[in-house]
């Protein structure tokens, strides 16, 4: 931001803009936040009952989806290939890809902390 010098009309002088705060971020990713994915996963493709969504931990439209892709009939193993997780503040967001028998696929979730339990929020695989 330009700002004029006291007592010269026609001089300024640049005053740099402040910084943003640095996000803390946390390096390391909670070990319940990967094992919710896995189950979540692992229901989505018939390897465990979707009993094991407990709903305590998993909301309802992430057990509706599960249901649902269930009920389409995908019973394959699918390989976890990356997994990205991006954690705020009581908060994470993941996302990777998986391989299927012969095709790669996508997932998402959100993740929310509250009284140091992590509960998923929403699940999605593409299609």
């Not at 709903?55 to 290939?81: E, N």
Request: proline share 6%.
């Amino acid at each position: 931001m330009l700002v004029p010098i006291p007592g010269f009309a026609h001089l300024l002088y640049l005053v740099p803009d402040p910084l943003p705060r640095a996000i803390q971020a946390r390096t390391e990713v909670p070990r319940e936040v990967s094992v919710l994915i896995r189950v979540a996963l692992d229901s989505a493709f018939g390897l465990r009952p979707i009993t094991h969504l407990n709903p305590k931990l998993f909301d309802a439209a992430v057990r509706a989806h599960v249901s649902a892709r269930r009920k389409q009939g995908f019973t394959q193993t699918a390989d976890l290939l990356s997994c990205h997780v991006q954690l705020g503040e009581q908060t994470a967001e993941v996302c990777g890809s998986i391989s299927v028998g012969l095709r790669r696929t996508a997932y998402a979730a959100r993740l929310v902390e509250s009284g140091g339990i992590w509960r998923m929020l929403n699940f999605r695989v593409l299609s």
